[in-house]
Every structure is written in structure tokens, then in C-alpha cells.
């Protein structure tokens, strides 16, 4: 499970460093525009489905993979995300 997670971090710093032509992650990493409206629009899917009790699991898979890019193309690192979280723990 962890491993995804990782691939899919991996995958988008290389895509920072290393831009692909025509790829959608390169376009969320450069249009910030763009990466918010996807992040509020995945967001709101995944209510959605919730409330309607349909494809949960694909919308929450939409939103954890745009949120990864809007915070990569805003230069915030999930590594200070999760530390910031662990600091949490009561």
C-alpha cells in the first residue's frame, strides 16, 4: 500500500524535473489554476458518491492523486505534511 503512495510521489518529482510532453500530471504541476479547480471539483465527487453510495473508492483515489499534485506544484512536501500530523498524536 505504502509503495503506491511512494511510486506516486516519485512519479510526480520526476515529472517536476523531468517534464513529459503532453502529460496531465506536467499540466497540474505548471497550471495551479488548474490543479486547485481539480482538487475542489474531486473533492466535491467524492461527497457525492459518498452520499449516493457509488464509486467511493474511485473518487477517493481521484482525490488523493490530485491533492499529491497541488501540493507538489505549490512545493509542499507530503513528507512535512505527514510530520506535521504526526506531531498530532496525543
Known sequence: MLNTLE?????VRDRKTSPIEGSYTNKLLTDKSLSKA????EINELIESVEENTN???EAADVFYHLLMYLEANDIKIEDVMSELEKRKK
Do not use: T
Not at 511510486?7 to 512519479?11: G, T
Open 56 to 58: 467511493k473508492i474511485h
Open 38 to 41: 481539480k482538487v475542489l471539483e
Open 7 to 11: 511510486n506516486l510521489i516519485k512519479l
